[in-house]
């Protein structure tokens, strides 16, 4: 009798400590490392520079929200500070890598984003008060139409970068993404903040210096 209660109390015991891993694996999304970029929106040129691997990446209900492709490496900026920024390693315009949308989006300004393949190139929210409070940081990606943007070594002028980026949104506005600080160096990685922001962690190659470690968020909106 006593062997049956200890054989029950330790299946019991077994069974609740796997329902607590399911909660907690699905209380959080996860990255998954994919093969190279293959789209053939991207153009040859584009798709040399990125990295052989990319990453794709999950919310908790299993969904995808985006696939991720990093550039392999560039050179850093002249060195610089910049008022309220946090990468000053990266020089405006530079592209950062490429993502993917396999399903309808919105940017960081909550304007719906169509599925499909965009670059992303680092830009600076003007320090103006029409920006004021905008985002965390005036870091920012933009999203491009791959179709629209085949040299991945191009530099813009802000006004040329707003007008292609103006090509992912439809509207008068750019569609940009908020850059963030991770909080741990452990990637790549995704997270969700009291903000139901979904921020992807990851480094990129940064020729003589040591890889930059940034966030980004891929899914939620500024607050309003």
């Known amino acids: 009798m006593i062997v049956a209660n200890l054989r029950r109390r330790t299946i019991e015991l077994v069974f609740v400590v796997l329902c607590t891993a399911t909660i907690s694996s699905a209380a959080s999304g996860k990255v998954d490392v994919i093969g190279p970029l293959t789209d053939s929106s ?58 993917s949308f396999p399903k309808a989006a919105t940017d960081y300004r909550g304007q719906p984003i169509k599925p499909g393949l965009y670059t992303l190139r680092y830009e600076l929210l003007p320090n103006d008060g029409n920006h004021l409070g905008a985002a965390p940081s005036r870091d920012i990606l933009l999203l491009v139409p791959a179709v629209a943007d085949p040299d991945p070594v191009a530099s813009f002028k802000f006004a040329d970068l707003v007008n292609l980026s103006r090509k992912a949104s ?30 992807f962690a990851g480094k990129v190659k ?11 968020v891929v899914k939620g909106t500024a607050q309003q």
Request: charged share 20%; proline share 8%; hydrophobic share 40%.
């Open 42 to 99: 991207a153009s040859d040129a584009l798709r040399k520079v990125l990295e052989p691997k990319g990453y794709r990446v999950f919310l908790d209900d299993g969904s995808v929200a985006c696939e991720i492709w990093l550039r392999n490496s560039f050179p850093a900026a002249t060195a610089k500070e910049v008022e309220g920024a946090l990468f000053p390693q990266l020089s405006e315009s530079t592209l950062v890598g490429v993502l």
């Open 170 to 199: 439809g509207t008068k506005h750019p569609a940009p993404l908020s850059m963030v600080q991770p909080e741990s160096d452990n990637v790549p990685a995704v997270s969700k903040d009291d903000q139901n922001h979904w921020t």
């Open 206 to 216: 940064i020729q003589l210096g040591d890889p930059l470690l940034f966030g980004l």
